[in-house]
């Protein structure tokens, strides 16, 4: 018998491509939405590997390369389709369309049970000048040492947000790193 | 609705198991259980071990209902109940825990900084029994997406 890991996903059909558009992004509620868009800065915005298909905001789109095969995938006008460790080409897109906001909502594909740390250092990998980055997520699917911390406390490390069962970190060039 | 263990295996045209499942069903087998209490995930381990009632040499208690979120504190109170009152002497029990799933009432800010040593920890400090093997995936780096982020095990041997 064939021994796999929680990672492990068989050859990309429509069956698994479909269950995976659903299972890589988390759902997210208006709470966080709305408090999202109270803090975008005037400007253009990208909306990077998040299930872009349930947004209907005015916004450049990066997804996952292999949903372009998705024949039921929901695609935007300006919807590109490239890998995530690709970042010099979105980079090269963001700088190009002066984009302003770069978000992260809710993305399993991106967050994935990372630490908060490696989280932010993620994020920060596609900051541009002149823009700012806010990321999302449940605090259910971060790693952080729960018998040791709670979410609040997480929040304030981290200069962060706590809203409605989400963490919302936001970063601009001059504050990438973890504060002191 | 398919657990998302159900989900992951139907794509599968061949026969597949699950790291941490093999692994279970391995030690069963090497160690000649046949029959086990089960808490959790009871449907899919009942194919490769009798589930009992009454009291038993080996337990396996699964913590993953993504519905519901657990206190490790009132976890434990159960698990020594388990124990106690379940559990023969020289018995086994086997604990996954999904630690995403953890809200505590109360934080310990004297614990490892590591989440998983902290786990480790707290339950060496708390069951009632010896801790046998600790199973904590610690090489979990985020950079392919998991169905579920693998459970943290343990071996604790009354």
Redesign the interface.
Known sequence: ??????????QLDD??LK??ST??VYPMSDVVMSRVIDCLIPGATAILFSGGWRFNLDAIYFEEKKFKALPSIKTHDKMYFVTTDNIDLVTTVLKKTSVKNILFLHS??F????CVS?LIDCMNDYLIPGAQAILTVPT??T????????CK?IAQKYSAEYVDHAFIFKRNQTQQGEPA | MMSWREQQLSWFHEPVMIQQDHDLVEYMKSNNITQARIHGDVEFFSKHVTPVEHSSDFSIWIENDTTQLFDFALLVDRLNHEIQHNLLTNGVLYLAVNKFLCEPKQYDIALPEDYNDAIKQYLETTIQASLVTALLPKHIEGNKFNWVHPLTRFYFKK
């Open positions: 018998m064939k021994i796999i890991q929680t990672n492990n996903v068989p069956t698994v269950a995976l299972a890589c399993a594909e967050c994935n049970y990372r490696t259910i699917r790693d952080f040492n729960r018998l040791k911390y709670s406390d």
